[in-house]
């Protein structure tokens, strides 16, 4: 069965601290990579998403992503976090015409002042 | 634009009872998910809507149902209501050419519980 796992469960940086979160999955063949946040209050919102061609994709709020096929991963990140990017953060796969859009866990990120 | 919105907010039942969560996709949308959030398991994919059809199920029994309208809004039926099923259930909506590689765009949910 796909799974999508997030290493991560809680991570704590300070202001302008890199970020990477890590997102592995176990799909073979052709997959579509996208990275979620909630912020606290919110409803899901996409930062970024992989479908093909170039595996270094660029999000909002300057994060970023890197599709490694060979390691079935998709990590997130930021060279200097905010305050505001403290929120829970997604990984999901989707392949194929059945939608079945697999996420993982989650990562919940806080970032102190 | 508007965004996806889930009615109500909160829903209580108590066990055997039978709930009804309504969802209405961005204009334009013709595929509605469905997922439920439960505490500790993370985002489950629960259905797929597409042009009033139900195209593929997750891993969930026969109570948990629904159906897409003709203005591609939805509804998620969850009968014989077990205390398990307390959750956050999440409506998304997509376009639906080459839906796989759509971004799907969430609504803030229906607190279900149980009682």
């Known amino acids: 069965a796909q799974s999508v796992s997030q290493h991560n469960h809680h991570v704590i940086l300070s202001e302008a601290a890199s970020l990477e979160l890590g997102c592995n999955y176990s799909?073979?063949?052709?997959?579509?990579l996208f990275w979620y946040v909630q912020y606290p209050g919110q409803h899901l919102q996409l930062l970024l998403k992989?479908?093909?061609?170039?595996?270094l994709v660029k999000g909002i709020k300057g994060f970023e992503a890197e599709f490694i096929k060979s390691k079935f991963s998709f990590n997130l990140r930021k060279p200097s976090v905010q305050w505001s990017d403290t929120a829970e953060y997604f990984c999901?796969?989707?392949?194929?015409?059945?939608?079945?859009?697999?996420f993982g866990a989650g990562t919940r990120l806080t970032v102190k002042p | 634009e508007a965004g996806v919105t889930q009615s109500p907010t909160h829903l209580i039942k108590t066990r055997g009872q039978q709930a009804t969560l309504r969802c209405s996709p961005i204009?334009?949308?013709?595929?509605v998910y469905w997922y439920q959030q439960a505490l500790g398991l993370g985002l489950q994919f629960l259905l797929w809507?597409?042009?009033?059809?139900?195209?593929n199920r997750g891993n969930f029994p026969p109570r948990f149902s629904g159906r897409q309208f003709p203005n591609y809004s939805s509804e998620l039926n969850v009968n014989a209501l077990e205390l398990e099923d307390s959750a956050l259930y999440l409506c998304?909506?997509?376009?639906?050419?080459?839906?796989?590689?759509?971004?799907?765009?969430f609504g803030d949910g229906t607190r279900l519980s149980i009682l």
């Open positions: 809507y597409d042009e009033g059809e139900e195209r």
């Open positions: 204009s334009g949308h013709t595929s």
């Open positions: 799909y073979g063949g052709t997959v579509n």
């Open positions: 999901a796969v989707n392949r194929g015409s059945k939608n079945d859009m697999r």
């Open positions: 992989y479908f093909s061609g170039d595996p």
């Open positions: 998304a909506s997509s376009f639906r050419i080459y839906s796989s590689n759509q971004p799907q765009h």
